[in-house]
């Protein structure tokens, strides 16, 4: 179904609704004309509407004029007749007198708030595993150094199955660890070594 085949908002009146976009365009042309009187903002419309090319401003221009004729109807009955501006606020009030509601953080951000304070609470511990262990699901082998919170860090000494190590010994065996997975990688021949050796052999 195409976005055009759907009905339009209706009104009270039983007329269909403007789009935000018309309502916006008729305020637009009214408020070009606001110094003027109902009757000469609807004039100086009407001759405009005769040079505008544009479809969108001709009917933000056509609202604009037929927003013009209902006001004059309602100001009818009195001998004066009111300027545009005068009849503005109805479709423009003013900002002094709209209610302005504090802004409340939303939940994604009170919800990001308790998170930094409680990863900021938490004090991590430095650990290397003795033995295999599993902590909060996560299963750990055999000297492993990993940063864990200071409860759990706690618990695995007591179990004997991690120490506590400073930051320099923690870098110490990262290092120690990545030198020893170099030589192994040096030490096994790679696939095109491999592949060759086993044609020669052929």
Not at 66 to 82: E, G
Request: glycine letters at 2%.
């Amino acid at each position: 179904m195409s976005k055009y085949s759907q009905s339009p908002k209706v009104t009270v009146s039983g007329l269909a609704a403007l789009s935000a976009q018309m309502k916006r365009l008729r305020l637009k042309f009214l408020k070009s004309v606001k110094s003027e009187s109902l009757d000469q903002a609807l004039e100086t419309l009407r001759l405009n509407l005769t040079k505008e090319k544009d479809e969108t401003a001709r009917l933000g221009s056509l609202a604009a004029q037929t927003w013009l004729i209902r006001q004059r109807l309602l100001t009818i009955a009195s001998d004066d007749v009111p300027q545009v501006a005068d009849c503005l606020e109805v479709l423009e009030p003013a900002r002094s007198k709209l209610n302005f509601v504090p802004k409340t953080p939303t939940q994604e951000q009170t919800d990001a708030t308790d998170v930094a304070n409680a990863s900021a609470d938490q004090a991590w511990e430095t650990v290397k595993i003795l033995e295999e262990t599993v902590v909060n699901g996560m299963r750990f082998f055999k000297d492993f150094v990993v940063k864990v919170n200071a409860e759990d860090a706690q618990k695995l000494v007591h179990a004997k199955k991690a120490e506590i190590v400073t930051e320099d010994a923690a870098e110490s065996e990262a290092k120690k660890a990545t030198a020893k997975d170099k030589q192994n990688t040096k030490k096994a021949p790679s696939k095109d070594e491999a592949n060759s050796d086993n044609q020669d052999k052929k």
